[in-house]
Nanobody, 126 residues
Framework: QVQLVESGGGLVQPGGSLRLSCTAS????????IGWFRQAPGREREGVSC????????DYADAVKGRFTITKDRFENRMYLEMFSLRPEDTAVYSC???????????????????WGQGTQVTVSS
């Protein structure tokens, strides 16, 4: 079964850090573009970060540049989002995604992705 499963979310104080993980099964993350997205209540889903399968090029939303880092582990078929200096406005459900049917390079457009995890809640609050 093609599946993506996120973990690592939780409650953290402003200025804190979290490391999200996304484990893939049924396909290799080396063959697709992968990305992280987030959605807060009352807001549209937004692209946070992505990494290409061809050359590992990355991209980040302006709101997280310098604070978030996307990586992948080919051996574990898993990708990560390291988040530092978290702010209350980072509070959202974070989802990982992959494009398999129509492969794309690194993109922050959610409609370019075919498979999605269920998401993990990140809450930044004191």
């Amino acid at each position: 079964q093609v599946q993506l499963v996120e973990s690592g979310g939780g409650l953290v104080q402003p200025g804190g850090s979290l490391r999200l993980s996304c484990t893939a099964s049924g396909f290799s993350l080396d063959d697709v573009a992968i990305g992280w997205f987030r959605q807060a209540p009352g807001r549209e889903r937004e692209g946070v970060s992505c990494i290409s399968s061809s050359d590992d090029a990355t991209d980040y939303a302006d709101a997280v540049k310098g604070r978030f880092t996307i990586t992948k582990d080919r051996f574990e078929n898993r990708m990560y989002l390291e988040m530092f200096s978290l702010r209350p406005e980072d509070t959202a459900v974070y989802s990982c995604a992959a494009a398999l049917i129509n492969p794309v390079v690194c993109t922050l457009t959610s409609s370019d992705y075919d498979y999605w995890g269920q998401g993990t809640q990140v809450t930044v609050s004191s």
